[in-house]
């Protein structure tokens, strides 16, 4: 009786390890993709960023998040002009950096 016990704890285990794969692979795939998310708002903001000074105004850093799916609530909004906003402009580098983007 005990070695069909053993035989059938394996395959439990194996397939244990098999979605602790798939999950780690999709956490990997998910941060991959949010980072991509971040490269490409830095980059088109620098591209609006005329003055290269690292400021662009909010309504164009927030609609661009919108554009790309990145949905902030009034708090985080408020956070973020409180902390890295000069004269109705954000600094986007290290804005975005802060940002968690869920996809």
Same mark, same amino acid.
């Given at each position: 009786?005990?070695?069909? =016990? /053993? ?7 194996? =397939? ?10 999709? =956490? /990997?795939?998910?941060? @991959? +993709?949010?980072?991509?998310? +971040?490269?490409? *708002? ?5 591209n609006v960023d005329a003055e290269k000074s690292g400021f662009v105004k ?6 661009? *998040?919108s554009l790309h799916g990145v949905k902030l609530n009034e708090k985080a909004?408020?956070? @973020? ?16 950096? =802060? ?5």
């Amino acid at each position: 009786m005990s070695g069909s =016990q /053993v035989g059938s704890a394996a395959p439990s285990i194996a =397939q244990s390890k098999i979605s602790i794969t798939k999950s780690a692979v999709s =956490q /990997v795939d998910f941060k @991959l +993709k949010a980072n991509n998310v +971040k490269t490409k *708002l830095k980059g088109l903001l620098k591209n609006v960023d005329a003055e290269k000074s690292g400021f662009v105004k909010y309504e164009v850093f927030f609609e661009l *998040l919108s554009l790309h799916g990145v949905k902030l609530n009034e708090k985080a909004v408020a956070y @973020l002009k409180k902390n890295f906003s000069k004269n109705s402009t954000i600094n986007y580098k290290d804005t975005v950096n =802060q940002l968690t983007i869920d996809l």
